[in-house]
């Protein structure tokens, strides 16, 4: 995707924020330590002439955590292994992506092919939890294709969540996404899981959440979404940009968008990372 030229308010107000920078990969820490070790060597005498040999380190590989991004048919994502849920997912959806035969009656959840099998999640760890399975980039975007709404099932895409939040608000803001396309050539939706810090009563803030099942699942305190949308690919008007954050919990229905819209710097503070970074198009599946 290529970096947001320009940015504007979202629709009805919403906040818009352009995202700025992105990562470094733990190469690029490695060249760098490794440039300045040679540039400013330390005191005493210098044993070895010659750095140390990098296919000597990089011989048996470098440890992985898994969160390289992984694509499908009409949605990539990164994962979290120790949390065993994705740490983002993003889509692209459009008026023509709505329209389609498939069914996911035919779709059942299953674990990712593509994710180690200690990694992930498993359907008994739902089971008798208290907590559905829901999904980050939905089925419902996804009739043009069997493939496409089939990989939605894949519980590298799922997050334990509220039933009600489930079926209720969050389906509201899917199904807000999808009216977007009547206006908007093209949409993009990133979603996730978050977990945010609570004050205790000393005043001092920790990070706690309930894992479910055998394999330790994390459960969210909270979900977040990132609508970006581009009016037509031949406009020159600027793209628009909304960023959402609602509680794992009961939405009742007389609440409204606006209420959940946050600052998206201060999300990325959150989930610690940018999105729609500049040069984020280098980034290949």
Same mark, same amino acid.
């Given at each position: 995707?290529?970096?947001?030229? #320009?940015?504007?308010?979202?629709?009805?107000?919403?906040?818009?924020?352009?995202?700025?920078?992105?990562?470094? +990969?733990?190469?690029?820490?490695? #060249?760098?330590?490794?440039?300045?070790?040679?540039?400013?060597?330390?005191?005493?005498?210098? =044993?070895?002439?010659?750095?140390?040999? &990098? *296919? =000597?380190?990089?011989?048996?590989?470098?440890?992985?955590?898994?969160?390289?991004?992984?694509?499908? !048919?009409? $949605?990539?994502?990164?994962?979290?292994?120790?949390? @065993?849920?994705?740490?983002?997912?993003?889509?692209?959806?459009?008026?023509?992506?709505?329209?389609?035969?498939?069914?996911? @009656? $035919?779709?059942?959840?299953?674990?990712?092919?593509?994710?180690?099998?200690?990694?992930?999640?498993?359907?008994?760890?739902?089971?008798? /939890?208290?907590? /559905?399975?829901? $999904?980050?980039?939905?089925?419902?975007?996804?009739?043009?294709? !069997?493939?496409?709404?089939?990989?939605?099932?894949?519980? *590298?895409?799922?997050?334990?969540?509220?039933?009600?939040?489930?079926?209720? %608000?969050?389906?509201?803001?899917?199904?807000?996404?999808?009216?977007?396309?009547? @206006?908007?050539?093209?949409?993009?939706?990133?979603?996730?899981?978050?977990?945010?810090?609570?004050?205790?009563?000393?005043?001092?803030? +920790?990070?706690?959440?309930?894992?479910?099942?055998?394999?330790?699942?994390?459960?969210?305190?909270?979900?977040?979404?990132?609508?970006?949308?581009? @009016? /037509?690919?031949?406009? !020159?008007?600027?793209?628009?940009?909304?960023?959402?954050?609602?509680?794992?919990?009961?939405?009742? %229905?007389?609440?409204? =968008?606006?209420?959940?819209?946050?600052?998206?710097?201060?999300? &990325?503070?959150?989930?610690? %990372? *940018? %999105?729609?970074?500049?040069?984020?198009?280098?980034? #290949?599946?």
């Amino acid at each position: 995707m290529a970096a947001l030229p #320009r940015h504007r308010r979202f629709l009805g107000g919403f906040v818009c924020g352009a995202a700025a920078g992105a990562a470094a +990969s733990c190469w690029a820490a490695w #060249r760098l330590l490794r440039s300045q070790s040679q540039a400013e060597p330390g005191p005493g005498p210098v =044993l070895l002439e010659e750095p140390v040999e &990098e *296919s =000597l380190l990089e011989k048996y590989g470098f440890p992985e955590a898994g969160t390289e991004i992984r694509c499908y !048919t009409n $949605h990539a994502l990164s994962y979290d292994q120790a949390k @065993r849920v994705p740490r983002w997912v993003i889509e692209h959806i459009s008026k023509q992506k709505m329209l389609g035969n498939a069914d996911r @009656r $035919h779709c059942k959840f299953r674990p990712d092919p593509n994710i180690p099998l200690m990694f992930s999640a498993v359907n008994e760890d739902y089971l008798g /939890s208290g907590w /559905s399975r829901g $999904h980050m980039a939905p089925a419902g975007d996804n009739k043009f294709s !069997t493939r496409a709404m089939a990989e939605t099932f894949y519980l *590298s895409n799922i997050v334990p969540q509220n039933y009600e939040n489930n079926a209720g %608000f969050w389906n509201r803001m899917e199904m807000y996404c999808r009216e977007l396309t009547e @206006r908007f050539e093209d949409v993009w939706v990133v979603s996730g899981p978050l977990t945010l810090p609570q004050t205790n009563d000393d005043g001092k803030k +920790s990070v706690t959440y309930q894992v479910i099942g055998k394999d330790d699942v994390a459960v969210p305190s909270h979900l977040y979404k990132v609508i970006l949308a581009r @009016r /037509s690919r031949t406009a !020159t008007e600027p793209l628009v940009l909304g960023a959402f954050v609602v509680p794992n919990d009961p939405i009742g %229905f007389s609440h409204q =968008l606006p209420e959940f819209q946050v600052n998206i710097e201060d999300l &990325e503070k959150n989930v610690r %990372f *940018s %999105f729609f970074p500049p040069g984020g198009q280098n980034q #290949r599946c």
